[in-house]
């Protein structure tokens, strides 16, 4: 489980709507704890799925061009 410290900024990504994206892994570190996560994917997965949606109205519109 991950440290308090990196609890909360999840909860804060999660509260203003951060999202997190990388073609490379995303190492997330707290040096107060000595702790680290690899790639928390409730930060990164909704913004994938959000950006190929909001891709996929571009294509068809520039089909109809």
């Known amino acids: ?3 308090t410290h990196l609890h ?13 994206s990388s073609s490379d892994l995303i190492h997330v570190v707290c040096t107060q704890c000595d702790q680290q ?15 190929s ?4 109205p571009e294509t068809s519109s520039n089909d109809a061009s």
């Open 1 to 3: 489980m991950v440290c």
């Open 8 to 20: 909360e900024l999840y909860q804060l990504c999660e509260t203003q709507q951060l999202r997190l």
């Open 37 to 51: 996560e690899v790639c928390p994917s409730t930060l990164t997965d909704e913004y994938d799925a959000q950006d």
């Open 53 to 56: 949606e909001s891709a996929q």
